[in-house]
C-alpha cells in the first residue's frame, strides 16, 4: 500500500508493523520498494521483554521437567508431604468445574446465535472423532479449543508463532499428508477442517489457496469466522492502555473493522473457477467447492451435514462462513 501511495505521490507513507513475523512478512514488500526506489517509513515495533527465550515443544519440555521431578530426592522427598497431596485434591476438583462450565457454555437452539462456544461445540458434535483440525482463530481459539476437547494427539494443529495467515496453505499439506498415509488404509479418509479468523483468512491470498485445492482436489472443510475484522489489536492495546480512548472506540474508528465484510462464500466459489457472479444461477451443484453462510445454530447444524457428506465422504472442497456473534 505504502509502496502504491509513494509512487503515485511521490510522498513516502508511514507503515507501523510487528518485529519478526511482520518485519519476515514485509520482505518482498521492501525488495520491491528498494528496487523501485520508493520512499517508505517503517517502524518495527515489539512490548515483549523476556528474560530469555528458549524454543522446545511442550511435550518435550513437560517430560524433562517431570524426569528431572522424579530424580531428584530432595523434591520427590518433598511432594510426600500431604499438603501436596491436598492440592492435588483442589486441582482435581477445579479441573471438573472449569470442564462442567465448558459443557454449560453452548446455548443450542436453533435461533440461538453463533457464538464461539456454539460453533465449537456444533463442530465437536457434528464432525468424526478422526478429524484433524488447522487452526488459525487467534481470539477465538481458546473458547473453540475448550469446546472441542481434543485429546487425540496431532488432531489440533495450530501454528508455532504468532504469525497469522497460515492456515490456508497448512491445510493442504495437512490433507496430503494424511491421505499419503493413509494410503494403505483404503476406509479411512480423515476429514481436514480448517478453522479461521476473517482476517487471518485473508491476509493469506486465500484465493491462491483454494484454487490449489480445486485444482488438485484437496478435500477440505474451511469454516471461516466473520467476526467483523480484527479483534486482536482491539484487545492487545486493551492490555497496555486499560483506560484509555481505545476502551470505547469501535472498530472502525480504530480501523480494524471489516465492514462491509467480504462475500467468502463467494470467493470460495469463485477462486475455484464456478460461474458465481458470472451467470445469474444460484445453482452450483456441479462445481467441486461450495460456500455457504450460516448466522444461527440451525443453519449451521444444516450446513454441516451436507459439509460432511461433500468433503470426507465425497472428497471434494467446502467453505463455510460462520456470522460469530460475541
Ligand atoms: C503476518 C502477521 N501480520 C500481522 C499480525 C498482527 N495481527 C495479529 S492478530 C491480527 C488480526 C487477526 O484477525 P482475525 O484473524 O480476524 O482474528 P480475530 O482477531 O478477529 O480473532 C493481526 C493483524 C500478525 N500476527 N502476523
Ligand atoms: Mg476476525
Excluded at 476438583?93 to 461445540?121: F, M, T, Y
Excluded at 457434528?126 to 481459539?141: E, R
Excluded at 483454494?210 to 471461516?224: F, N, R
Amino acid at each position: 500500500m505504502a509502496d502504491g501511495y509513494a509512487r503515485v505521490t511521490g510522498r513516502p507513507q508511514a507503515i507501523l508493523v510487528h518485529v519478526d513475523v511482520s518485519t519476515q512478512a514485509l520482505g518482498q514488500g521492501i525488495h520491491n520498494a528498494s528496487v523501485g526506489r520508493v520512499l517508505i517509513f517503517i517502524f518495527a515495533v515489539s512490548f515483549f521483554p523476556a528474560h530469555g527465550r528458549w524454543k522446545v515443544d511442550s511435550y518435550t519440555a513437560v517430560t524433562q521437567l517431570v524426569d528431572y521431578i522424579k530424580s531428584d530426592v530432595s523434591i520427590t522427598t518433598s511432594l510426600k508431604d500431604p499438603k501436596y497431596e491436598a492440592r492435588g485434591v483442589v486441582r482435581a476438583a477445579v479441573h471438573k468445574a472449569r470442564v462442567e462450565k465448558i459443557v454449560s457454555q453452548p446455548r443450542l437452539d436453533d435461533g440461538d446465535g453463533l457464538d464461539i462456544h456454539n460453533v465449537g461445540s456444533l463442530l465437536k458434535t457434528s464432525v468424526a472423532d478422526s478429524t484433524t483440525f488447522v487452526v488459525g482463530a487467534v481470539t477465538l481459539a481458546k473458547e473453540l479449543y475448550n469446546q472441542l476437547q481434543r485429546d487425540r494427539p496431532g488432531s489440533w494443529i495450530n501454528c508455532g508463532g504468532t504469525g497469522i495467515g497460515w492456515s490456508n496453505g497448512a491445510m493442504l499439506g495437512v490433507k496430503m499428508a494424511l491421505a499419503d498415509l493413509e494410503r494403505d488404509e483404503p476406509h479411512r479418509s480423515s476429514l481436514v477442517c480448517q478453522v479461521v479468523g476473517d482476517e487471518s483468512f485473508m491476509s493469506a491470498a486465500p484465493s491462491s489457496a483454494l484454487w490449489v485445492a480445486s485444482k488438485y482436489e484437496i478435500p477440505v472443510l474451511t469454516i471461516v469466522l466473520n467476526n467483523g475484522g480484527w479483534k486482536a489489536p482491539q484487545n492487545s492495546t486493551q492490555l497496555v492502555y486499560p483506560h484509555d480512548l481505545n476502551t470505547n472506540a469501535s472498530d472502525d474508528e480504530i480501523n480494524t473493522s471489516f465492514h462491509p465484510t467480504p462475500n467468502y462464500a463467494a470467493l470460495e466459489e469463485a477462486a475455484a473457477g464456478s460461474n458465481v457472479g458470472w451467470k445469474n444461477t444460484l445453482d452450483n451443484s456441479g462445481t467441486w467447492v461450495k460456500g455457504l453462510r450460516v448466522g444461527a445454530v440451525g443453519e449451521f447444524r444444516e450446513a454441516l451435514q451436507p459439509a460432511n457428506l461433500r468433503v470426507a465422504q465425497e472428497g471434494k472442497g467446502m467453505l463455510i462462513e460462520v456470522e460469530v456473534t460475541k
